[in-house]
Structure formats: C-alpha cells, structure tokens
C-alpha cells in the first residue's frame, strides 16, 4: 500500500461526524425495522404470545437490543444476569423437568432464581467431585449399557459425557441450596410443635358390614349374559383370575444318557478324551455344581451335625459318583453340539447309545417335577425355548440321569372360554354381589343419621359419639371403640393389636392420616377394609399428647419433622425471587411486562 493510501486509511478511522451531521440513534435500517414489525404482527396473530417470544420482540425493539435480564448483588461484588446466563437457567430447569418426567416451571422469575443459584455457585466455587458423581450415577450405572445409553438419549443427550456434565452442573445447584439451608435451625418450641402434631390423640368408634351377612341375598341373584360376559371381561380380580386360567403345559422330546448307557462304545466314543478326564477337570466340576447335586440330606427338627461336617459332601466321600456324574453330563454336552443338523432325532440315538423319550401329551407346569425317572425344575425353562429346538443346557439329576430336552408344543397360561367356566364366574360374580349389599346398606344406615342444623348436601355428617352408638344398636350392630390413641404409631402406649386385628390399624391409619382434615362428630363411610367388609367410622374428639411422657425416639423423629418443615419453610420464602431479592438485591431489568 502507498503512503498516501495509508494516510486515507489513518484518515477514515479517525474521522468524526460533522457538527451538522445527523445523529443515528439506532444502527437498524428502516427496511428491517418494519420486516420485522410485520414479522411480530404475524405472530401474533397466528400464535399465542409465549415468555420466550415477549422477550425476542423486546430485545428485538428496543434502542441498543438488552443483554443484561437482571442485576444483583453477590459478596464479591454487583453482578448481572445476561441473556446467556438467562438461557442456561432455562435450560437447567428443562433438564431438571425431564429428570423427574415433570413439566418444566418456566416462569420468567423462576428462571432468574435457578440463574441466580448458578451465579451463588460460581461464587462460592462449588466443586462436584468425581466420586461425588459417580454415587449419583450408581443405580444408573448397575443396568445394562443400553438402558444407561436409551436413559440419556430420553433426556435429549447423544452422549454420556454431555449427560453427565450437565448433571454435574445441577448437582451444583443442589449443593448451592443446601449450604443456604445450612443454617436452619429450630428451636425446642418449634420440635415440641412437631411432637404435638405428630402424636395427637383422638377418640374414635367404628362399625363393619361384612359381605358374607349378605351371602344369601346374594345367592338369589343371577346376572344376565350380558352382564356375566361384562364381569368376565373387566370385573375379575387377579387372584379370580389365577383360579380360572388354564395352566401352563408343554409336550416335549428327551435325548437321555443314564449310568448304565455309559459302558457302551458308542457312548464312550461320544466322550472322546471326556472318556478319561483329568482331575483339574473333575475338581472343576465339582465346584460348578456341587451345591446342585452333592447337598447332604436335610436335617429333620432338632438334629444337628457333626462338628466339621458341611452341608455339602466332600470329593472324598463321592467316590466314583463324580467321575460318573461328569461323563454323563459331558455325553449330553457333545450330543448337544451335533443335534443342530439332526433331523432323524431317533436314528442319532441309535447311533449314539442314547435314548429318546416323546412326551407327547402336555404336561403341566405343576407336574414337571413330579415326573417319573425325569421330574427336574429345570424342565420349566421348556416355556421359553422354542418348539422344536434343543435346549443347550443338559439336565443333570443326582439318581444318575442326564438328559437334553426340546418343546414340541407350549400351551401358555391363559384364560378359558367363559362357557367353560361359567358357574364359576358366577360365584365370583355372587361374590362381588355380596360386597355391593355390605355397602349399600352402611351407605343407608350413613344417609338415616341425624343432619345438624344447616346440614346441606356433600356436607360432612357430624354426631356426638352417644348418637353414634345409639343408631348402631337400633340395627343390632356392634361398635368396636377406641379411646385416645395417638395418630400414628406408638410403640411405647399403643394397645396390643394381634395380627388378625386388621380392621384397628386400618381405622387408626385412616382416622390419623386425615386427622387434619376431619371435624370432631364427623361420620367418615363408607370405607372399604378388604378382607374385614365395609366400614363406618365416627371421630369422637382430639386432644394433645401428654408432654409429660416422651420417648427419645419420638423426639427425634419430631426434631426430624420441624428440621424438614423449616428446610421446606426456607425454599419456599428464601429460594426464590423475593427472597433472593431481599438477601442477594436481585432486581429484574426487563419490565413486568415482558415474561
């Protein structure tokens, strides 16, 4: 370049604007300008106005675009939330969502918290270690590759590594809130609050209709076909079901080899060098299946056995038993390689000294055990081999018998016509007849109760419990009563409930569980306890425990419930954008308008 050309150059990056000159306060030329005025009028009046699209119009119009969403203070220093910090919050929140297969929360506000947590994070160098990591992704890791792999490409990941480096960054996050909940701490006050709360005593009573007071009403009805077929298609329980459901059942073939068959030539040259094995051989055989085939008998009740003596028979006491055991099993074990290209599976054992076993008629799951000579459990994996294949593994028996098997027909568990079992779905259904009545009558002995004055209907029924058990009596029905008991277990004061007494824990648990929520005098039915029928329960009253009798574990799970309670308290107050704008200053700079 000349030194003239250079002077210009010098010249042109120095110049400035002449007095007179216009002033340009926004570098967008007026063509864009209304392009992308008409853009937004078109969008909004095809779509919904989103956050996302408030804030690209905004960013889009006003002078010098906006970079910076919100400003705090961290104890460094002032501190910005810019568009990208803003994006990255978003994000953040979207990965948290599809952690917990939930919606993500994308409120403008919320957003800038999860960015502000960001920001605490970087300020306080928040570390996730390795190890750290690696117990987060432990469940994870104890699947197969392929679930690991179809887990992180759910959430939207290609590859691990990404997955994992964001979830590093939200692990990040929850490290940040727990050192802000760190300082939490309730007071005695607050834990005797808790224990109140907790172990709160009521008074209550309860009847039960049980279903079989209503067996011969019951026995009177008769469905329709219609309905029959409906209760049959939708109406049966999983147990009724079980009952109904032909079992499995499978015809089958064996190729066996018993002790016997082992002295002939063909056998011996089915074996080969398995003829002879070494004692490597046999000892490792041995250790593969010694707790199969070589258990002592089980003792009977109050035997014990000599000192030293294992609950496995030692190689020395099984004498020519193991050699013999290995032969047979490794008979099976060549047989097996060579059936593949069998398609005469009687001539190969002809040729082999084998013998072959047709079971033609299905067996049932039940009696493959019990089958003369060849009962194994392991007969089951017929179910889910293939019709007309060999199964790889031999079966080895400890009376001296080995053998391969393939299905020739599997009958899958299924459910049979209804035809077939008609009379049966009909007391199933008389079954479910006799519950129907149970409740219909606690619902009308629930509906005569006395209303209290006001009473309209969906109210709760209230009564005193004198009331209670006076409409009981009118239709001779016992009222099982409980007084002060606490809400929830009890241990230490709790009455001595057998394991039949079903009926009282469930009262208890009900009554406990919606104390909260319930009236004293409220009638609470009807309520359905399974095996023990239909019950009406009446709340009496509550009181406070006695302060005077605690025990230390129920004052630990009370410090317990007040510490969770006020982490709770402090997420919601403090962990979010009025609290961050109260500790930390955060201040949103795009107008409320704009989400």
Not at 82 to 99: R, T
Not at 253 to 263: H, Q
Not at 285 to 305: D, Q
Request: hydrophobic letters at 45%; a negative charge.
């Amino acid at each position: 370049m000349s030194k003239a050309s250079k002077q210009k150059a010098a010249a042109a990056r120095t110049a400035t604007p002449a007095d007179d000159a216009p002033i340009r306060r926004d570098t967008m030329s007026r063509g864009r300008r209304w392009t992308l005025i008409v853009v937004a009028i078109f969008c909004l009046l095809i779509f919904s106005v989103t956050g996302p699209m408030a804030d690209a119009f905004f960013r889009w119009f006003a002078p010098g675009g906006v970079n910076v969403y919100a400003t705090l203070n961290l104890p460094s220093g002032p501190a910005e939330i810019s568009v990208e910090d803003y994006q990255s919050a978003l994000g953040m929140l979207q990965f948290e969502a599809s952690m917990n297969n939930a919606r993500s929360d994308q409120e403008f506000e919320q957003v800038l918290v999860t960015a502000t947590l960001m920001r605490l994070a970087d300020e306080f160098q928040v570390q996730i270690s390795d190890q750290e990591l690696r117990e987060w992704l432990l469940p994870l890791a104890q699947r197969s590759a392929e679930d690991y792999e179809f887990f992180y490409r759910r959430l939207g990941f290609q590859r691990a590594l990404d997955f994992e480096s964001m979830l590093a960054r939200w692990l990040r996050i929850q490290r940040v809130q727990e050192l802000l909940g760190a300082s939490v701490v309730v007071s005695d006050t607050e834990v005797m609050k808790a224990w109140q709360s907790l172990y709160q005593e009521m008074n209550y009573g309860y009847a039960l209709w049980h279903p079989s007071e209503f067996a011969d009403a019951a026995a009177e009805l008769t469905p329709t076909d219609e309905e029959l077929q409906a209760f049959f298609d939708e109406g049966l329980t999983p147990v009724q079901k079980s009952g109904l459901e032909r079992e499995q059942a499978v015809a089958f073939d064996l190729l066996a080899v018993d002790t016997a068959a082992l002295a002939q030539p063909q056998v011996q040259a089915l074996l080969g060098s398995d003829a002879q094995p070494s004692q490597a051989a046999l000892d490792g055989f041995y250790n593969r299946y010694s707790l199969s085939l070589y258990r002592r008998p089980a003792l009977a009740a109050g035997e014990t056995r000599p000192e030293g003596q294992g609950e496995v028979l030692p190689i020395a006491e099984l004498g020519d038993r193991l050699l013999r055991d290995y032969q047979l099993h490794a008979a099976m074990i060549q047989a097996g390689l060579s059936l593949p290209g069998v398609t005469d599976a009687a001539d190969f054992a002809a040729q082999n000294g084998l013998r072959l076993e047709a079971f033609a008629e299905t067996v049932s799951l039940s009696e493959l055990e019990k089958l003369p000579v060849y009962g194994s459990f392991q007969l089951r994996n017929l179910f889910s081999g293939e019709a007309g294949v060999w199964m790889q593994s031999p079966v080895l028996l400890p009376d001296g018998v080995a053998y391969l098997a393939r299905p020739t027909k599997i009958q899958q568990r299924e459910m049979p016509p209804l035809a077939e079992v008609r009379d049966l779905v009909i007391g199933h259904w008389r079954e479910q007849e006799q519950t129907r009545l149970a409740r219909e009558a606690a619902e009308a002995f629930v509906a005569g109760l006395p209303k209290q004055e006001g009473w309209v209907e969906g109210d709760p029924v209230t009564i005193a419990s004198e009331g209670f058990s006076q409409a009981l009596g009118a239709e001779r029905r016992a009222e099982i009563r409980v007084d002060w008991i606490a809400r929830i277990v009890r241990p230490a004061a709790d009455p001595l409930w057998g394991s039949e007494e079903t009926a009282q824990r469930r009262a208890r648990s009900l009554l406990g569980t919606r104390l909260k929520d319930l009236v004293d005098g409220q009638v609470i039915g009807t309520e359905d306890f399974g095996s023990d029928g239909i019950a009406v329960l009446h709340l009496g009253g509550r009181r406070d425990a006695d302060a005077a009798k605690i025990w230390p574990n129920e004052l630990d799970r009370a410090r317990a419930d007040a510490q969770r309670q006020a982490q709770m308290n402090f997420q919601a107050e403090q962990i979010s954008f009025a609290g961050f704008a109260k500790s930390y200053g955060l201040t949103r700079v795009l107008p409320e308008s704009v989400n």
